[in-house]
């Protein structure tokens, strides 16, 4: 039996009078029957667990005002525009329809703009929302609503914006809040322009979502724009979706926040992802640099950095050494570049990135100090090389195409050559070089210190070459 009302079975029935009867002395935000199988469905049906976390949804409650959020708070400015999500229309089983543009979310400028708890209120705010849909599509069609459709724009998703640790623990904690507060609220989740990367971007967060809201996912492939019609009427859809509506606004940005990229003037402070107790530290003495080489054993390994400096610019790059080169001390000039020397102001905001490499191999992280005549630099950094899972396991899929088609800001490490791109922190373009000689001593732009204004000698710097 489903667990839903008209499809309970005589067990199903006795769980939901238990439950009824365990919770008489609590006032609840709704005291239907739908509202308690809801619960009960999240937990298969296992009474105590649904009181617990009845119970702890009302403290929870409390502890965020959700009686009252929607008319006693106001998100701070730059959620409001650039927390890429709204409303918009229904599907064709009369459920609200929510979008959310995950591919436009900024997860470093939320990291360094916004405090978790405001983002936490977001979310319970648009939950609430939710609830005041329902009762209005309720009223509307005479029949009880309560989930909703989601649909899900990956467009612009890439291992550069999203293969961020503070972002995929934020996907977590949000998750996890919805999940145990805001149960069964999910009809259906539509997924659109898919890229080629979503596959191990979801491995690392499908471990965050339930069973059942894994159930209700359905990826779209390259026709996504008449498949998403099968759900949604073309008068319920913006134009940028394939539907009709919002002319001349294809986005329906009066409904719908598009996101994007969070300027600098919202930024707190500087926050790093890792603390620099946790990482390893190297200083490259004025005049050379420092090479660390990684064996990376299986193609599609996934090379994860950062790195933050204590003071000053410093230039960095990755390498691979190809065929019957992998000899210890193979000079750079016969590596092959895959991500781009560059110096970085990682004293400024902290660096990091990822590597795919589709090939197995020597990589080689290079930090390069060679430009600056009086100055060592300290740096902080942390590498971790992350294999292939070899049990993926993926969503329903509507169709066995992998994305819209279109070329994705991100690139896989092979084994040398021109077709060799990568992404990472603050740098999508294709390697053009540094445009800055060795040995000029001028900061990258925004850095207000000239890297080599001061004269006084090295205190304790060491040769690293």
């Known amino acids: 039996m489903s667990g839903h009302i008209g499809d309970l079975s005589p067990a199903q029935e006795e769980a939901l009078r238990k439950l009824k009867a365990s919770l008489s002395d609590v006032t609840l935000p709704e005291n239907d029957d739908y509202f308690f199988l809801r619960w009960l469905r999240a937990v298969k049906f296992d009474v105590q667990r649904a009181e617990d976390r009845l119970r702890k949804h009302l403290e929870f409650r409390r502890e965020f005002g959700a009686d009252t959020i929607l008319t006693d708070w106001s998100p701070p400015e730059v959620l409001v525009k650039y927390f890429p999500t709204g409303f918009f229309g229904e599907d064709r089983d009369g459920h609200p329809v929510y979008y959310d543009n995950i591919g436009n979310l900024d997860p470093r400028g939320l990291h360094r703009s916004c405090k978790l708890e405001d983002i936490v209120k977001l979310k319970v705010m648009q939950s609430e929302m939710w609830q005041a849909k329902f009762r209005e599509f309720t009223e509307q069609k005479g029949r009880k609503i309560e989930t909703i459709t989601c649909v899900i724009d990956m ?133 050379s640099s420092y090479e660390r080489e990684f064996t990376v054993e299986l193609p599609e390994t996934v090379i994860r950095w950062e790195f933050i400096t204590s003071d000053h610019d410093i230039s960095f790059g990755w390498y691979q050494k190809s065929g019957a080169k992998r000899r210890r001390f193979l000079p750079m000039t016969e590596m092959s570049e895959v991500v781009p020397m560059k110096r970085r102001n990682s004293h400024i905001i902290p660096e990091s990135g990822s590597l795919l490499c589709s090939t197995a191999g020597i990589y080689v992280m290079k930090f390069d100090n060679s430009y600056s005549w009086t100055r060592s630099k300290e740096v902080f950094y942390s590498v971790k090389l992350l294999p292939p899972d070899t049990e993926l396991s993926m969503p329903q899929m ?26 990472h922190n603050g740098d999508l373009r294709p390697h053009e070089g540094d445009p800055r000689p060795d040995d000029d001593p001028r900061p990258d732009e925004g850095d207000p210190r000239p890297d080599e204004g001061d004269l006084r000698p090295d205190e304790g710097g060491q040769s690293t070459t």
């Open 398 to 423: 509507a169709t066995e195409e992998d994305g819209t088609g279109e070329e994705e800001e991100f690139y896989e490490c092979g084994d040398g050559g021109p077709e060799d791109r990568t992404v």
């Open 155 to 287: 467009e612009n998703l890439s291992f550069h914006r999203h293969y961020y640790r503070p972002g995929i623990n934020l996907f977590s904690e949000l998750s996890g809040v919805l999940q145990r507060n805001y149960p069964e609220r999910n009809h259906l989740i539509l997924v659109v322009k898919a890229p080629r990367i979503f596959p191990a971007l979801y491995n690392l967060v499908k471990h965050f979502i339930d069973e059942n809201t894994r159930s209700k996912i359905v990826i779209f492939g390259a026709n996504w724009k008449e498949e998403l019609l099968q759900y949604i009427s073309p008068d319920q859809l913006p134009q940028a979706y394939g539907g009709t509506r919002c002319e001349p606004d294809p986005m329906c940005t009066n409904f719908i926040t598009v996101g994007g990229d969070i300027p600098p003037e919202y930024y707190m402070t500087n926050l790093t992802e890792t603390s620099k107790e946790d990482m390893e530290s190297v200083v490259v003495s004025r005049g």
